[in-house]
């Protein structure tokens, strides 16, 4: 009994930094969401001006085209690299692409939004040797494309990192047996792998959708500020000298927050699912 009220003696200071960071805000983000600055009263007008606006409509879509095609791709190409990792056991080599995929996972915001600017901007040396030699003329780096080009990027690394851990579940010894029993290596991972991996790789897609649907640093950076998406309407609405509303920028988190809540509700539900028919 000592030793539990010393425990949570000890986990006293998170409790009182989670709530002055993160309850605290949310409640007052939540609370001021409800009064519209325009008509100077409380109600649901801040919601109604988002949801029929076709500006902020059209920053909802594009930031969740972004984030879905990011984070599917991202998840693809973690997946493969993930395996590949797994298969090289230990050694300096397989330690030396660890310690390269952690550093790399740190690298977004401003240094990533330079490095693409350097690499596929108007005048960048890949955009240059492709139009010189007619290649991907269509390609624009600040367009939807190109930015889901500039997400996926940091979204591999994340991926890698999450879902590498998910393939110790995986026996070398059924795979063995399958293929004793005359499976080859695809009904193998159709029937066994990917039935296995399937809680690590939705959950592995919502943080990459929640990673992608909250970046903002490389996005601004790269833009400065003029691509239409959730984050950069929030920022412009909380810091900007034209359209200042914190209040609308309030309304417009809730309901992001919404967003994310309905899509880790979904994933929940999908992992239960899976681990059902696992079974």
């Not at 890949?126 to 990027?153: A, C, H, N, P």
């Not at 070398?172 to 792998?193: F, M, N, P, T, V």
């Not at 929030?234 to 209040?247: C, E, H, T």
Request: aromatic residues 16%; hydrophobic residues 55%; proline residues 3%.
């Amino acid at each position: 009994m000592k030793g539990k009220g010393i425990a949570l003696l000890c986990l006293l200071p998170f409790v009182v930094f989670y709530l002055a960071f993160q309850i605290a805000p949310l409640v007052w983000i939540a609370i001021n969401s409800f009064y519209s600055e325009m008509n100077e009263a409380w109600g649901w007008g801040n919601y109604s001006d988002i949801l029929t606006s076709t500006f902020y409509q059209q920053a909802i879509r594009f930031s969740l085209d972004i984030s879905f095609w990011s984070s599917v791709y991202g998840l693809i190409i973690a997946l493969l690299g993930g395996y590949s990792l797994h298969q090289l056991g230990g050694g300096k080599l397989h330690r030396f692409f660890m310690s390269f995929t952690n550093m790399t996972s740190n690298f977004a915001g401003v240094p990533l939004a330079f490095a693409f600017v350097i690499l596929l901007g108007l005048n960048g040396c890949l955009t240059l040797l492709m139009r010189k030699y007619q290649l991907m003329e269509t390609f624009r780096l600040y367009s939807t494309d190109g930015l889901i080009v500039v997400y996926t990027w940091f979204q591999i690394p994340l991926g890698i990192l999450l879902l590498y851990p998910a393939f110790d579940g995986l026996k070398k010894d059924w795979q063995e047996s399958a293929a004793l029993l005359g499976a080859s290596r695809w009904r193998y991972w159709w029937h066994i792998g990917l039935p296995i991996l399937t809680p690590a790789l939705l959950g592995t897609f919502v943080i990459l959708l929640a990673n992608a649907l909250g970046a903002y640093a490389t996005i601004y950076a790269l833009t400065t500020g003029n691509f239409n998406v959730i984050p950069v309407r929030i920022a412009a609405l909380v810091s900007g000298d034209i359209s200042l509303d914190p209040n609308m920028g309030s309304a417009l988190a809730m309901l992001l927050v919404i967003l994310m809540s309905a899509i880790t509700v979904v994933h929940q539900w999908l992992v239960r699912r899976s681990y059902q028919n696992a079974r």
